[in-house]
């Protein structure tokens, strides 16, 4: 089952890439051979991260992208990341309705993922959603996630180019936006820019860079939409290319790239031992017995850990 | 030094307290050596969480509620933490106007505590500080937090009566709270219940309560409080006690500690592994190969990670 679906990958079979997807949320234990299979077929793809809060018009700005880039004959995927929902109900519903539109089309592939479990969970398998419609063969990969916290923060860190999407509405002020979104964007939309303030809220975001006076080797540029007739959307395709040629002509991409390696070998070795940690230590006798020992005070909680840190085996860990 | 420290909390000496507190914030390497050194001296204190919105009043109702225990000869220790704010300016600010009430009141200590690096490290460092109080000899220890996400869900975890406050108002309307910090309620409050809309929250909070229909152990009481005038604040020291006598009397306190000390240790060992991975790998040549051949796609994250695993030394955890 495992070689075919990694085979249905690479050969372009969306019932094998679904199924696949669905073992990575699952965290089923076949999804590491499938996910170290495919490896080789990957790193093709771009990834752009489209952020912003609820509302903003960023599936909207999405579909619109991908008709462009259709055009071009470039094969897209989308990922659709809500972390406050831990339901994908409503999601899937909305994929249904964007899905038809592109029903005929078998270059695009659409999935919507909620937050099963943890966040860390999510944002593990929103990067490993990634890889799958990468191997798949689309060109481009676009995560799109509501712009709320920290989580899709760590969500976005997964692409290559982000935008932060804003609209003139007074609960998007740009002052109210976590200073952490803000920071991570390499291209700003004004969206629905035929609303009144729309003009106050560019020349806002454009302050706000220019702040700490420092000189950016790539300032991101502010495009304005409106996605009811698609006007704008041109643009920010245009200023979505001007970064990805400054990303790779400055050797930027495969530094980015190269970190999220390192960063990768490290999430998977914690993720390993701390499960690995957790079978050995959970209900253990040695573990009860310092729990009872801890609570009438005879030793400490940091005793404790040291004391079983010895007796831990880590070559136990399953490859 | 160390040993001053660990004398001095335990003999009462505040300034030794606001040194230990200093060296838990900084992330010092002294600190797991006093923690170690002053456990056996724990588990007096009864630990009180109180959370709610920004504005909701908890540094009011907290004031009164110090008042109360303070008439009851009660040792109090209050830990205000905003997870929001990386700078903990504002609350100090806030500390001396409150620590002035209580400036001849050598009973009570209040210390602020903001985010310094990550959310974790907070959340860590809040539990430290409890430690430190209960050592000190406090038999009430308060945890005030901003109930905003996830991060002070974490923090009040460590309290062992936990307070939810309310308010009229709408931005706080029952529908609008985090499902996950209505979970972990023991007691509701409705503060400013002299607003409109105060009975509409209570008949809120008590229909939400009655959702699923099961048969609770405990059931959360719903207090009224007005903070202008101190009116509910006897009663919520009431349902606290009436709390606590549950919990001491079903056995549910100790289990929960007993529960609270084996997150404990495994958090220890998860973080001791973790920084000990990191610092070995790091820039290791083996490490530095391997990513450079998953660039290259010669192997990749999942073999890197098994490998690395292999070369782990976890014998040189420092103790």
């Known amino acids: 089952m495992q070689q075919k679906i990694i085979e ?33 077929y990957t790193g093709k793809a771009y990834c752009l991260g489209i952020t912003g809060a609820p509302g903003a018009g960023k599936s909207s700005l999405v579909d619109q992208l991908l008709v462009l880039l259709r055009r071009q004959g470039l ?13 994908t109900g409503g999601a899937i519903l909305g994929d249904r309705i964007r899905m038809q ?10 999935r919507s993922m ?23 063969g689309k060109d481009v990969v676009i995560i ?6 920290q989580s899709e923060v760590d969500i976005i860190k997964y692409a290559d180019t982000t935008v932060v999407v804003l609209t003139p509405a007074s609960g998007d002020s740009v002052q109210t936006i976590k ?8 291209v700003f939309v004004v969206n629905k820019a035929d609303l009144p303030g729309a003009d106050r809220t560019v020349s806002e975001i454009s302050m706000m ?5 420092k000189k950016r080797a790539w300032r991101p540029p502010i495009v304005r939409t409106i996605t009811l007739d698609g006007s704008g959307v041109g643009e920010l395709h245009r200023a979505l290319l001007d970064h990805r040629e400054y990303l790779t002509s400055s050797g930027r991409l495969e530094k980015a790239r190269e970190d999220r390696v390192r ?13 690995t940690i957790w079978r050995q230590v959970s209900g253990s006798a040695e573990f009860e017995l310092l729990v009872s020992r801890i609570m009438s005070r005879e030793t400490d909680p940091y005793a404790a850990a040291v004391q079983i840190l010895r007796s831990i085996n880590l070559n136990g860990l399953s490859p």
Chains 1, 2 share one sequence.
């Not at 200073?179 to 390499?186: K, P, R, T």
């Open 75 to 87: 094969r897209v995927g989308v990922i659709a990341v809500d972390p406050t929902s831990p339901f």
């Open 144 to 149: 799109e996630t509501v712009g709320v916290g």
């Open 8 to 40: 249905g990958i690479i050969n372009g079979d969306r019932r094998m890439v679904a199924r696949a997807i669905s073992l990575i949320e699952d965290e089923a234990s076949e999804k590491e051979t499938i996910l170290s299979a495919i490896f080789p």
């Open 101 to 110: 539109e592109h029903a005929l089309d078998k270059a695009v592939f659409i």
């Open 263 to 275: 960063r990768d070998i490290v999430d998977l070795i914690e993720y390993k031992v701390k499960s």
């Open 209 to 213: 860079l220019d702040l700490g006076g």
């Open 179 to 186: 200073a952490g979104i803000m920071e991570i964007a390499d």
């Open 114 to 136: 909620g937050t099963r479990g943890n966040l860390g969970g999510l944002s593990r398998a929103t990067k490993d959603v990634i890889q799958i419609l990468d191997a798949f």
